[in-house]
Nanobody, 114 residues
Framework: VQLQASGGGLVQAGGSLRLSCLAS????????MGWYRQVPGKQRELVAH???????MYADSVKGRFTISRDSAKNTLYLQMNSLKLEDTAVYYC?????????WGQGTLVTVSS
């Protein structure tokens, strides 16, 4: 299984980014997927994930600002991030929910500036 996250970058506070995660070796529609993030020196945290076919859950810190979605035909997971804050700066990863240790990829860095 390979999960390749992309779409990160430098954005000003209040701005938006859309992250993508292209999966190979795993069938999205048969698995619940999620987005995670990690700040250096801190534990990786769950940002958003699917809990069923279409139901989703979000961390309180991103609720109302981030939206998780997927395109099963493209085996791609997305994270639309709006109204970005300085504290959203992190490396973002995708993985199954719950995560599988061997599935962690490189992640994509999101840096929010003031």
């Amino acid at each position: 299984v390979q999960l390749q996250a992309s779409g990160g970058g430098l954005v000003q506070a209040g701005g938006s980014l859309r992250l993508s995660c292209l999966a190979s070796g795993i069938i999205f529609r048969a698995n619940l997927m999620g987005w995670y993030r990690q700040v250096p020196g801190k534990q990786r945290e769950l940002v958003a994930h699917f809990i069923s076919g279409s139901s989703t859950m979000y961390a309180d810190s991103v609720k109302g600002r981030f939206t998780i979605s997927r395109d099963s035909a493209k085996n791609t997971l997305y994270l639309q991030m709006n109204s970005l804050k300085l504290e959203d700066t992190a490396v973002y990863y995708c993985n199954k929910w719950p995560p599988v240790a061997s599935y962690w990829g490189q992640g994509t860095l999101v840096t929010v500036s003031s």
